[in-house]
């Protein structure tokens, strides 16, 4: 076990902000909880609204609010305005990263009407959703109809838009691979105005490729179409408790949904482990079931583990370290938002006893707090605590990879409960930002195709053990070296987490080629941020247009500037032929002899004024 020895940390002195984080409950209870049980209220009146709106009635409503976005790209001056980004606050996006990209110069369109949900059609299979249609909202009208995404990220707020131009996961995801991976078409508004519907199949399939993962710098996503599946009642879950060191664990979470010979029997609906220390975890494995099984015979144990009082569902899945292996039946939409009451485990840090079975029963029925309050109250000193002293990082990496990635986890920051979640990665027709390792089908491991490499999602979510242990930590060297660990191990960092990567270590991970050729094939560049600056950590700068403005054609190039006195001044100070264009100077890539060509054309000017004068 030599090689899970942490380093030895010094003990770290409190500061005043240790105490704001520890007595932030305060805040939580009697502040953030009761707004938040006032806003989920709200939102819940809202929604039962929009669905007693005929479909026909919301997407005539859905084309009207298209018209404005449109009509609002048109109003902008790129000269003055800055770059194009939603309306949407800042502190609305789910996730403990601060969206610094709206602190700079920008440009507002308001997508906030677009959260309805336009059809279900039960003959295609597919559902028709606008981008604010949360993870909630869609499964309590899916569900019932024993109909649901291939992908139903866990917690209830998660929006649809998100999913789609970041990353969405899921227990499933070993079979329907990511949340990207289901969707059917793409309705975007394009930086010129243009509405278009991107496919697999038509023209614009290199955008329906592009846009997962792109955080929505390369158009507005107004509508998606993604695919439905049929369900049952219920969740057979089985949870088997697994001790043994790291190595042994990672083996184990492969066996529970990619059974060694191959047999597509043994291939459960869903597959889900914790690893708690060490050396023990519990790996859950489930698949669908009718109430008529669920009720068969008094042997089957039912648990609604939706309710208020309930115990949080990690907590409940770590009995069995002490019951042993068991199963129970869960009701389906309970099952797949149950991390939302815990938010996973960081309630509790945020609220200590949160899971105490008093506080359950008398105001469990407020949980969870809404992220976006949480985000308001913290203040910059808690902010910057979270940054340095706490850890919300997904690694997508090749499932071979995960005995490496939990031994490197531990030396590194000693984060438990780990998540783990597995997922295909498909061999697509083009190179998308995320992809399989080249070569992957040549010599495919445990869960690999011919089509598809199987990854997994590794989640850690809390506290290190050092902060924990009152030692020093350094957070951001810490995210830098995983980071580090990624690149060189092909793996990716979703961009919702804190990043420390450098403008080129970001395109060391992801690859460029497909988003690059649509950033200037849909007119992107100079309107919508690039992806790296987006998801940059810290305050913006007007370095965004700056690099924007570098991949302008010369004809947009002076489409966005005036060149007049620019023209007027370059003649009469003899700077041309003298000094480089300023359009070259700042455009991107390997320059061309086009500035030669122009020297030729200045130098010829200048003879012909000469001679003109002489005679």
Partial sequence: MSNLQVPVRPKRKKIWVDYLVQFRWIIIVFVVLPISCIIYFSIYLSELRAEKK?????????EENIKKVVKRLKQRNPLKDGLVCTARKPYIVVGMRHVDYKRARHFEVDLSAFNNILEIDTERMVVKVEPLVTMGQLSRITVPMNLALPVVSELNDLTIGGLINGYGIEG?????????????????????????????????????????????TLGFLVSAEIKLIPIKEYMRLTYKP???????????????????????????????????TPSEGVFMTGRYASKEEAEENGDNVTNSIGWWFKPWFYQHAETALKRGEFVEYIPTREYYHRHTRSLFWEMKLILPFGD???????????????????????????????????????????????????EFLHREMEVYPIWLCPHRLFKLPVKTMVYPEPGFELNPKQGDTSYAQMFADIGVYYAPGPV????????????????????????????????????????????????????????????????????????????????????????????????????????????????????????KGKKTEREVLEAEAAVAET?????EKED
């Fill in 54 to 62: 005929p479909y026909k009635l919301r997407q005539k409503e859905h």
């Fill in 172 to 216: 499933s995801s070993h079979i329907y691979g990511l949340f990207s991976d289901t969707l059917v078409s793409l309705e975007v508004v394009l930086a010129d105005g243009r509405v278009v519907r991107a496919t697999k199949e038509n023209e614009y399939s290199d955008l329906f490729h592009a846009i997962p993962w792109s955080q929505g």
């Fill in 242 to 276: 697994v001790r043994g060191n790291l190595r042994e664990m990672a083996q184990a979470f492969a066996d529970s949904f990619a059974p060694r010979d191959g047999d597509p029997k043994k291939i459960p609906d869903f597959v889900e482990s914790l690893i708690f």
């Fill in 356 to 406: 105490q079975w008093w506080f359950r029963w008398l105001m469990g029925w407020m949980m969870p707090p809404k992220i976006s309050l949480m985000k308001i109250t913290q203040g910059e000193a808690i902010r910057k605590y979270y940054h340095d002293m706490h850890v919300i990082q997904d690694m997508l990496l090749p499932m071979h990879k995960v005995a490496d990635a939990l």
């Fill in 468 to 587: 924990l242990r009152g030692e020093e930590f350094d957070g951001a060297e810490a995210v830098r070296r995983l980071e580090e660990w990624l690149i060189q191990n092909n793996g990716f960092q979703p961009q919702y987490s804190v990043s420390e990567l450098t403008e080129q270590n970001f395109w060391k991970m992801f690859d460029r080629s497909l988003y690059d050729r649509c950033r200037k094939k849909y007119k992107a560049v100079g309107t919508f941020m690039d992806v790296y600056y987006k998801s940059k950590k810290g305050k913006k700068t007007e370095r965004e247009p700056q690099y924007s403005v570098s991949e302008l054609t010369e004809q947009n190039f002076w489409k966005m500037f005036d060149r007049s006195l620019y023209d007027r001044c370059r003649k009469k100070y003899k700077a041309v032929g003298t000094f480089m264009d300023v359009y070259y100077k700042s455009k």
């Fill in 607 to 611: 003879a012909y004024a000469v001679a």
